[in-house]
Protein backbone atom coordinates (compact mmCIF):
# COMPACT_ATOMS: atom_id res chain seq x y z
CA UNK A 1 0.00 0.00 0.00
CA UNK A 2 2.96 2.52 0.70
CA UNK A 3 4.38 1.73 -2.80
CA UNK A 4 1.15 2.47 -4.33
CA UNK A 5 0.64 5.73 -2.31
CA UNK A 6 4.21 6.75 -3.48
CA UNK A 7 3.25 6.28 -6.82
CA UNK A 8 -0.08 7.96 -6.77
CA UNK A 9 1.81 10.83 -5.20
CA UNK A 10 5.01 10.86 -7.71
CA UNK A 11 2.65 10.52 -10.97
CA UNK A 12 0.40 13.39 -9.80
CA UNK A 13 2.76 16.04 -8.73
CA UNK A 14 4.58 15.45 -12.05
CA UNK A 15 0.78 15.97 -14.04
CA UNK A 16 0.33 18.70 -11.39
CA UNK A 17 3.44 20.87 -11.91
CA UNK A 18 5.29 19.88 -15.57
CA UNK A 19 3.20 21.99 -18.95
CA UNK A 20 4.46 21.34 -22.17
CA UNK A 21 2.00 17.37 -22.98
CA UNK A 22 3.25 14.00 -23.24
CA UNK A 23 6.69 14.38 -23.63
CA UNK A 24 7.93 16.65 -20.89
CA UNK A 25 5.57 14.70 -18.83
CA UNK A 26 8.28 11.24 -19.81
CA UNK A 27 10.74 13.14 -19.64
CA UNK A 28 10.45 13.79 -15.92
CA UNK A 29 9.07 10.95 -14.93
CA UNK A 30 11.86 8.99 -16.26
CA UNK A 31 14.18 11.11 -14.69
CA UNK A 32 11.96 11.07 -10.96
CA UNK A 33 11.51 6.61 -11.11
CA UNK A 34 15.25 6.18 -12.33
CA UNK A 35 17.36 8.40 -10.65
CA UNK A 36 15.15 9.67 -7.30
CA UNK A 37 13.52 6.16 -6.55
CA UNK A 38 15.54 3.39 -8.59
CA UNK A 39 12.27 2.24 -10.00
CA UNK A 40 12.97 1.94 -13.81
CA UNK A 41 16.41 1.60 -15.41
CA UNK A 42 17.65 5.43 -16.60
CA UNK A 43 16.46 6.72 -19.97
CA UNK A 44 14.11 3.45 -19.53
CA UNK A 45 10.77 5.35 -20.41
CA UNK A 46 12.57 7.42 -22.91
CA UNK A 47 13.26 4.18 -24.88
CA UNK A 48 10.04 2.86 -24.71
CA UNK A 49 8.80 5.78 -26.55
CA UNK A 50 8.31 3.71 -29.60
CA UNK A 51 6.00 1.44 -27.40
CA UNK A 52 3.84 4.45 -26.57
CA UNK A 53 3.58 5.70 -29.93
CA UNK A 54 2.22 2.30 -31.16
CA UNK A 55 -1.11 2.26 -29.78
CA UNK A 56 -3.40 5.37 -29.90
CA UNK A 57 -4.38 7.51 -26.74
CA UNK A 58 -2.23 10.08 -24.24
CA UNK A 59 1.38 9.27 -24.45
CA UNK A 60 1.46 10.59 -20.45
CA UNK A 61 -0.93 7.76 -19.57
CA UNK A 62 1.18 5.38 -21.84
CA UNK A 63 3.72 6.58 -19.76
CA UNK A 64 1.76 6.18 -16.47
CA UNK A 65 0.48 2.48 -17.30
CA UNK A 66 4.22 1.29 -18.21
CA UNK A 67 5.38 2.64 -15.01
CA UNK A 68 2.73 1.19 -12.70
CA UNK A 69 2.38 -2.31 -13.90
CA UNK A 70 6.20 -2.14 -13.74
CA UNK A 71 5.63 -0.94 -9.73
CA UNK A 72 3.32 -2.90 -8.92
CA UNK A 73 1.00 -4.68 -11.52
CA UNK A 74 -2.38 -4.09 -13.11
CA UNK A 75 -3.09 -2.19 -8.86
CA UNK A 76 -0.31 -0.36 -10.09
CA UNK A 77 -0.94 0.71 -13.20
CA UNK A 78 -4.30 2.03 -12.46
CA UNK A 79 -3.16 3.99 -9.66
CA UNK A 80 -0.43 5.44 -11.67
CA UNK A 81 -3.35 6.76 -15.05
CA UNK A 82 -5.51 8.31 -12.19
CA UNK A 83 -3.01 10.14 -10.90
CA UNK A 84 -1.98 11.57 -14.20
CA UNK A 85 -5.63 12.27 -15.46
CA UNK A 86 -7.42 14.07 -11.67
CA UNK A 87 -4.77 17.30 -12.63
CA UNK A 88 -5.66 18.21 -16.16
CA UNK A 89 -9.13 16.85 -15.39
CA UNK A 90 -9.72 19.42 -12.11
CA UNK A 91 -8.23 22.26 -13.77
CA UNK A 92 -9.94 22.42 -17.32
CA UNK A 93 -12.81 21.98 -15.40
CA UNK A 94 -12.35 25.11 -14.33
CA UNK A 95 -11.22 26.60 -17.14
CA UNK A 96 -13.94 25.45 -19.04
CA UNK A 97 -16.14 26.81 -16.51
CA UNK A 98 -15.06 30.63 -16.53
CA UNK A 99 -13.84 30.70 -19.64
CA UNK A 100 -16.51 33.09 -20.80
CA UNK A 101 -15.13 35.14 -18.33
CA UNK A 102 -11.23 35.53 -19.38
CA UNK A 103 -10.92 38.84 -20.92
CA UNK A 104 -9.92 37.57 -23.93
CA UNK A 105 -10.29 41.42 -25.51
CA UNK A 106 -8.11 42.32 -23.31
CA UNK A 107 -5.01 43.93 -25.56
CA UNK A 108 -2.11 42.63 -22.85
CA UNK A 109 -4.13 39.06 -23.33
CA UNK A 110 -4.38 39.13 -26.84
CA UNK A 111 -0.77 40.07 -27.21
CA UNK A 112 0.24 36.89 -25.35
CA UNK A 113 -1.88 34.65 -26.98
CA UNK A 114 -0.97 35.86 -30.50
CA UNK A 115 2.59 34.84 -29.82
CA UNK A 116 1.28 31.29 -28.38
CA UNK A 117 -0.45 30.38 -31.29
CA UNK A 118 2.73 31.41 -33.17
CA UNK A 119 4.83 29.77 -30.82
CA UNK A 120 2.68 26.55 -30.76
CA UNK A 121 2.95 26.63 -34.57
CA UNK A 122 6.39 26.63 -34.63
CA UNK A 123 7.62 23.86 -32.33
CA UNK A 124 4.52 21.54 -33.88
CA UNK A 125 6.48 22.15 -36.68
CA UNK A 126 10.07 21.06 -35.40
CA UNK A 127 8.15 18.12 -33.85
CA UNK A 128 7.15 16.89 -37.48
CA UNK A 129 10.85 18.15 -38.39
CA UNK A 130 12.43 15.86 -36.10
CA UNK A 131 9.79 12.72 -36.76
CA UNK A 132 9.60 12.80 -40.10
CA UNK A 133 12.59 10.68 -41.09
CA UNK A 134 11.32 8.25 -38.57
CA UNK A 135 7.77 7.94 -39.66
CA UNK A 136 7.67 8.55 -43.62
CA UNK A 137 9.35 5.84 -45.35
CA UNK A 138 9.42 4.96 -48.82
CA UNK A 139 6.92 5.54 -51.65
CA UNK A 140 4.19 4.15 -49.24
CA UNK A 141 5.37 6.74 -46.68
CA UNK A 142 5.33 10.06 -48.58
CA UNK A 143 2.72 9.02 -51.21
CA UNK A 144 0.25 8.25 -47.59
CA UNK A 145 1.12 11.65 -46.13
CA UNK A 146 0.80 13.91 -49.61
CA UNK A 147 -2.35 12.16 -50.20
CA UNK A 148 -3.60 12.80 -46.50
CA UNK A 149 -2.00 16.23 -46.54
CA UNK A 150 -4.17 17.22 -49.41
CA UNK A 151 -7.34 15.81 -48.45
CA UNK A 152 -7.15 17.04 -44.52
CA UNK A 153 -6.83 20.34 -46.79
CA UNK A 154 -10.05 19.89 -48.99
CA UNK A 155 -11.87 19.20 -45.41
CA UNK A 156 -12.04 15.34 -45.50
CA UNK A 157 -12.83 13.86 -41.99
CA UNK A 158 -9.54 12.92 -40.03
CA UNK A 159 -10.67 9.85 -38.37
CA UNK A 160 -11.38 8.14 -41.69
CA UNK A 161 -8.60 8.82 -43.33
CA UNK A 162 -7.09 7.13 -40.06
CA UNK A 163 -8.88 4.18 -40.08
CA UNK A 164 -8.23 4.11 -44.04
CA UNK A 165 -4.89 4.38 -43.61
CA UNK A 166 -4.51 1.48 -40.45
CA UNK A 167 -6.48 -0.50 -43.19
CA UNK A 168 -3.77 0.28 -46.14
CA UNK A 169 -0.67 -0.42 -43.55
CA UNK A 170 -2.12 -4.06 -42.61
CA UNK A 171 -2.94 -4.70 -46.58
CA UNK A 172 0.69 -3.74 -46.95
CA UNK A 173 2.11 -5.18 -44.18
CA UNK A 174 0.74 -8.57 -45.27
CA UNK A 175 0.66 -8.42 -49.08
CA UNK A 176 2.51 -10.90 -50.77
CA UNK A 177 6.34 -9.54 -50.71
CA UNK A 178 8.12 -9.55 -54.46
CA UNK A 179 9.70 -6.67 -55.97
CA UNK A 180 -26.86 23.71 -38.99
CA UNK A 181 -27.09 25.83 -35.14
CA UNK A 182 -25.11 24.76 -32.00
CA UNK A 183 -25.92 21.56 -30.96
CA UNK A 184 -25.27 19.34 -27.55
CA UNK A 185 -25.00 15.98 -26.85
CA UNK A 186 -26.58 13.83 -24.56
CA UNK A 187 -24.53 12.29 -22.29
CA UNK A 188 -24.32 8.92 -23.62
CA UNK A 189 -23.08 10.31 -26.74
CA UNK A 190 -20.08 11.90 -25.53
CA UNK A 191 -18.68 8.45 -24.50
CA UNK A 192 -18.56 7.01 -28.33
CA UNK A 193 -16.98 10.40 -29.56
CA UNK A 194 -14.46 10.85 -27.37
CA UNK A 195 -13.77 6.79 -27.79
CA UNK A 196 -13.45 7.53 -31.49
CA UNK A 197 -10.63 9.86 -30.60
CA UNK A 198 -8.93 8.32 -28.22
CA UNK A 199 -8.99 4.93 -30.56
CA UNK A 200 -7.39 6.77 -33.48
CA UNK A 201 -4.74 9.24 -31.43
CA UNK A 202 -1.50 7.64 -32.80
CA UNK A 203 1.34 9.87 -31.84
CA UNK A 204 -0.09 12.12 -28.88
CA UNK A 205 -2.81 14.84 -28.51
CA UNK A 206 -0.98 17.25 -31.64
CA UNK A 207 -2.71 14.75 -34.17
CA UNK A 208 -6.55 15.20 -32.45
CA UNK A 209 -6.38 19.07 -33.53
CA UNK A 210 -7.94 18.53 -37.39
CA UNK A 211 -10.22 15.65 -35.90
CA UNK A 212 -10.83 18.81 -33.26
CA UNK A 213 -11.11 21.81 -35.72
CA UNK A 214 -13.71 19.55 -37.84
CA UNK A 215 -15.90 18.35 -35.17
CA UNK A 216 -15.82 21.75 -33.62
CA UNK A 217 -14.69 24.86 -35.45
CA UNK A 218 -16.38 26.47 -37.50
CA UNK A 219 -20.45 26.94 -39.16
CA UNK A 220 -20.06 23.90 -40.43
CA UNK A 221 -18.86 21.87 -37.27
CA UNK A 222 -21.53 19.72 -36.20
CA UNK A 223 -20.65 20.44 -32.65
CA UNK A 224 -20.21 23.40 -30.91
CA UNK A 225 -19.02 25.43 -33.63
CA UNK A 226 -16.49 27.71 -32.60
CA UNK A 227 -15.42 30.71 -33.99
CA UNK A 228 -11.16 29.28 -35.28
CA UNK A 229 -10.08 32.37 -33.04
CA UNK A 230 -11.75 30.59 -29.91
CA UNK A 231 -10.27 27.45 -30.70
CA UNK A 232 -6.66 28.69 -30.88
CA UNK A 233 -6.67 30.11 -27.16
CA UNK A 234 -7.69 27.09 -26.07
CA UNK A 235 -5.22 25.42 -27.97
CA UNK A 236 -2.97 27.81 -26.55
CA UNK A 237 -4.09 26.94 -22.81
CA UNK A 238 -3.94 23.29 -23.26
CA UNK A 239 -0.57 23.85 -23.57
CA UNK A 240 -0.04 26.67 -20.54
CA UNK A 241 -1.66 24.82 -17.89
CA UNK A 242 -0.35 21.34 -16.36
CA UNK A 243 -0.99 17.82 -17.96
CA UNK A 244 -1.51 16.21 -20.94
CA UNK A 245 -2.57 18.23 -24.05
CA UNK A 246 -4.71 15.55 -25.19
CA UNK A 247 -6.46 15.34 -21.66
CA UNK A 248 -7.16 19.01 -21.12
CA UNK A 249 -8.51 19.34 -24.87
CA UNK A 250 -11.16 16.57 -23.96
CA UNK A 251 -12.21 17.42 -20.52
CA UNK A 252 -12.97 21.33 -22.11
CA UNK A 253 -15.29 20.12 -24.74
CA UNK A 254 -16.65 17.38 -23.03
CA UNK A 255 -17.65 20.10 -20.41
CA UNK A 256 -19.05 22.42 -23.26
CA UNK A 257 -21.13 19.53 -24.48
CA UNK A 258 -22.12 17.83 -21.36
CA UNK A 259 -21.18 19.74 -18.22
CA UNK A 260 -19.31 18.50 -15.72
CA UNK A 261 -20.55 14.63 -16.22
CA UNK A 262 -19.47 15.15 -19.66
CA UNK A 263 -15.96 16.43 -19.16
CA UNK A 264 -15.65 13.14 -16.79
CA UNK A 265 -16.84 10.91 -19.59
CA UNK A 266 -14.97 12.64 -22.14
CA UNK A 267 -11.79 12.57 -20.28
CA UNK A 268 -11.91 8.50 -19.16
CA UNK A 269 -13.17 7.87 -22.76
CA UNK A 270 -10.13 9.35 -24.56
CA UNK A 271 -8.08 7.24 -22.21
CA UNK A 272 -10.12 4.18 -22.53
CA UNK A 273 -8.98 2.87 -25.61
CA UNK A 274 -5.00 3.21 -26.07
CA UNK A 275 -4.87 2.08 -21.83
CA UNK A 276 -6.83 -1.16 -22.46
CA UNK A 277 -4.98 -1.65 -25.43
CA UNK A 278 -1.42 -0.82 -24.27
CA UNK A 279 -2.13 -3.07 -20.58
CA UNK A 280 -2.78 -6.04 -23.12
CA UNK A 281 0.45 -4.92 -25.14
CA UNK A 282 2.80 -5.40 -21.82
CA UNK A 283 1.46 -8.05 -20.65
CA UNK A 284 2.45 -9.54 -24.37
CA UNK A 285 5.13 -7.25 -25.18
CA UNK A 286 7.64 -9.52 -27.03
CA UNK A 287 4.36 -11.24 -28.93
CA UNK A 288 3.01 -7.66 -29.75
CA UNK A 289 6.47 -6.80 -31.01
CA UNK A 290 6.98 -8.76 -33.13
CA UNK A 291 3.24 -8.94 -34.78
CA UNK A 292 2.79 -9.02 -38.23
CA UNK A 293 -0.54 -6.92 -38.00
CA UNK A 294 0.98 -4.56 -35.82
CA UNK A 295 3.84 -3.68 -37.84
CA UNK A 296 1.03 -3.32 -40.53
CA UNK A 297 -0.95 -0.64 -38.25
CA UNK A 298 1.88 1.10 -36.92
CA UNK A 299 3.17 1.41 -40.33
CA UNK A 300 -0.14 2.35 -41.93
CA UNK A 301 -0.38 5.08 -39.87
CA UNK A 302 2.57 6.88 -39.15
CA UNK A 303 2.91 8.73 -42.52
CA UNK A 304 -0.37 9.55 -41.56
CA UNK A 305 0.02 11.04 -38.48
CA UNK A 306 2.92 13.53 -40.16
CA UNK A 307 -0.08 14.67 -42.36
CA UNK A 308 -2.11 15.27 -39.45
CA UNK A 309 0.26 17.16 -37.70
CA UNK A 310 1.49 19.29 -40.63
CA UNK A 311 -2.20 20.35 -40.95
CA UNK A 312 -1.99 21.44 -37.20
CA UNK A 313 0.69 23.16 -37.33
CA UNK A 314 -0.95 25.20 -41.08
CA UNK A 315 -3.93 25.61 -39.25
CA UNK A 316 -1.88 27.41 -36.36
CA UNK A 317 -0.36 29.51 -38.93
CA UNK A 318 -2.57 30.61 -40.30
CA UNK A 319 -4.46 32.03 -37.43
CA UNK A 320 -1.03 33.90 -35.82
CA UNK A 321 1.38 34.22 -38.84
CA UNK A 322 -0.56 35.87 -41.40
CA UNK A 323 -4.11 37.23 -42.04
CA UNK A 324 -6.39 37.99 -44.81
CA UNK A 325 -9.06 40.40 -45.18
CA UNK A 326 -11.18 40.41 -48.26
CA UNK A 327 -10.41 43.42 -50.66
CA UNK A 328 -6.90 43.88 -48.94
CA UNK A 329 -5.57 40.47 -49.42
CA UNK A 330 -2.58 38.82 -46.94
CA UNK A 331 -0.84 40.89 -44.21
CA UNK A 332 2.35 38.99 -42.26
CA UNK A 333 2.41 39.26 -38.68
CA UNK A 334 6.16 39.59 -39.28
CA UNK A 335 6.90 39.24 -35.13
CA UNK A 336 4.11 35.76 -35.10
CA UNK A 337 6.41 34.35 -37.63
CA UNK A 338 9.84 35.27 -35.84
CA UNK A 339 8.65 33.62 -32.98
CA UNK A 340 7.31 30.26 -34.84
CA UNK A 341 11.07 30.43 -36.53
CA UNK A 342 12.37 30.43 -33.03
CA UNK A 343 10.24 27.68 -31.14
CA UNK A 344 10.92 25.96 -34.70
CA UNK A 345 14.67 26.35 -34.09
CA UNK A 346 14.79 25.29 -30.35
CA UNK A 347 12.74 21.90 -30.92
CA UNK A 348 14.79 20.81 -33.56
CA UNK A 349 18.32 21.48 -32.12
CA UNK A 350 16.40 20.53 -28.48
CA UNK A 351 18.08 23.53 -27.17
CA UNK A 352 14.98 24.48 -25.07
CA UNK A 353 11.72 23.05 -23.42
CA UNK A 354 8.38 23.79 -25.25
CA UNK A 355 6.78 25.66 -22.42
CA UNK A 356 9.87 27.66 -21.63
CA UNK A 357 10.23 28.89 -25.44
CA UNK A 358 6.39 29.67 -25.56
CA UNK A 359 6.70 31.49 -21.95
CA UNK A 360 9.61 33.69 -24.17
CA UNK A 361 7.74 34.15 -26.58
CA UNK A 362 4.69 35.35 -24.50
CA UNK A 363 6.93 37.76 -22.48
CA UNK A 364 8.68 39.15 -25.68
CA UNK A 365 5.62 40.03 -27.13
CA UNK A 366 3.86 41.20 -24.02
CA UNK A 367 6.92 43.63 -23.70
CA UNK A 368 7.24 44.86 -27.01
CA UNK A 369 3.34 45.93 -26.60
CA UNK A 370 4.51 47.68 -23.99
CA UNK A 371 7.10 49.00 -25.90
CA UNK A 372 4.61 50.13 -28.51
CA UNK A 373 1.97 51.94 -26.08
CA UNK A 374 5.61 53.94 -24.54
CA UNK A 375 7.14 55.14 -27.66
CA UNK A 376 3.90 55.31 -30.83
CA UNK A 377 0.92 56.46 -28.87
CA UNK A 378 0.47 59.57 -27.55
Known amino acids: MAKLLRLFFEMFKIALFVVGGGYAI ?6 TFSRKLKWTKEGELLDALFLFQMFPGIMAGHCALYVGRKVAGVAGSAVALVAVILPSLAIFLAVAAGYGAIPLNNP ?3 AVFAALRAALAGII ?3 IFRGWKKNVKGVYGYGAVSLALVLLLCGANPAAILVTAMLAGVVKEFAPRSAGGRSYLSIGAVVP ?3 KYGSLAFGGGYVLVPMYIHDFVGASA ?3 QLNPEDFANLMALTQMTPGPIGINAATFFGFRLGGVAGAALATVALVLPGSVMLSLALAYMER ?3 SR ?8 VSPVAMALMTAAALSFAAMSLWHYAPGE ?3 FDFAAIAFAIFTAFTTIRRIMGAMPAIFLCAGVSVCVYALKLAFFVD
Not at 293 to 300: D, E, Q, Y
Request: proline share 3%.
Open 193 to 195: LFL
Open 26 to 31: IAVADD
Open 125 to 127: AGM
Open 108 to 110: WLL
Open 222 to 224: PYL
Open 293 to 300: LVKGILGG
Open 288 to 290: FRE
Open 329 to 331: GIS
